[in-house]
C-alpha cells in the first residue's frame, strides 16, 4: 500500500519550534521528490517547501524562508520540516506530497495540525 504518514505536529507558542517527519511506504521513496504543503482553515492549500530525490534543490515559500529547514533521509524514506520561530499565521494542517509540485496523480498524506497560539 502506498501511502505517506505526517507527525509531530502540535501546539506551540510563537517564537516556538517543531518538528515534522513524514514516512514513506510502498513506493521507492529515494526516486522522488519531496514536497510540504499546508493548508489553514478558509484558505487555499499553500507550497511550503521542497527538494529533489537527493535532497538538493531547496527552495522555499517566501513566508516560511529562513524559518524553515526541509531535508530527507532516504535510507529512512522520511522527510522532514524543521520549524523554528513560528508565527501564528503558520497555523495548518501540514501534509507532505510525493511531488515537487503537488500534481494529479500525487501521493499525499494525511496531514499533521500546527497550531501557534499564545
Known amino acids: 500500500q502506498v501511502q505517506l504518514v505526517e507527525s509531530g505536529g502540535g501546539a506551540v507558542q510563537p517564537g516556538g519550534s517543531l518538528r515534522l517527519s513524514c514516512i514513506g511506504s510502498?513506493?521507492?521513496?529515494?526516486?522522488?521528490?519531496m514536497s510540504w504543503y499546508r493548508q489553514a482553515p478558509g484558505k487555499e492549500r499553500e507550497w511550503v517547501a521542497a527538494?529533489?530525490?537527493?535532497?538538493?534543490?531547496?527552495n522555499y515559500a517566501h513566508s516560511v524562508q529562513g524559518r524553515f529547514t526541509i531535508s530527507r533521509d532516504n535510507a529512512k524514506n522520511t522527510l522532514y520540516l524543521q520549524m523554528n520561530r513560528l508565527k501564528p499565521e503558520d497555523t495548518g494542517v501540514y501534509f507532505c506530497?510525493?511531488?515537487?509540485?503537488?500534481?494529479?496523480?500525487?501521493?499525499r498524506g494525511q496531514g499533521t495540525q500546527v497550531t501557534v497560539s499564545s
Open positions: 510502498g513506493f521507492t521513496f529515494d526516486t522522488s521528490a
Open positions: 527538494l529533489t530525490k537527493a535532497g538538493d534543490g531547496i
Open positions: 506530497v510525493n511531488a515537487y509540485y503537488m500534481q494529479t496523480n500525487s501521493i
